[in-house]
Nanobody, 114 residues
Framework: EVQLVESGGGMVQPGGSLRLSCAVSGFPFTTYDLGWVRQAPGKGPEWVSL????????YYIDAVTGGFTISRDNAKNTLYLQMNSLEPEDTAQYYC???????WGQGTQVTVSS
């Protein structure tokens, strides 16, 4: 059974930090580029960041460049997203997914509010 289980979301004040994790099982983790997608209330989903199979290349949308860092631990089948300097505009449900959206998780909520 394919499972992508996100964790680490929550509520944080503007300027705060969170670290999301995505534990993967049921498919060969090391054969997929992976990433994080978010969907804010009333908006469509958007890719936030992507990382290559070996972790050597990463992509970020302009809105999070410099504040977010994606990483992966292929030994632990886990994907991460370190989010610093969070702003209210980052409030969304965050999902981990394979780059081709073949697999994705149930999401974790991130709320940035004072």
């Amino acid at each position: 059974e394919v499972q992508l289980v996100e964790s680490g979301g929550g509520m944080v004040q503007p300027g705060g930090s969170l670290r999301l994790s995505c534990a993967v099982s049921g498919f060969p983790f090391t054969t997929y580029d992976l990433g994080w997608v978010r969907q804010a209330p009333g908006k469509g989903p958007e890719w936030v960041s992507l990382i290559s199979i070996d972790g050597s290349s990463a992509y970020y949308i302009d809105a999070v460049t410099g504040g977010f860092t994606i990483s992966r631990d292929n030994a632990k089948n886990t994907l991460y997203l370190q989010m610093n300097s969070l702003e209210p505009e980052d409030t969304a449900q965050y999902y981990c997914a394979t780059a081709q959206l073949k697999y994705w998780g149930q999401g974790t909520q991130v709320t940035v509010s004072s």
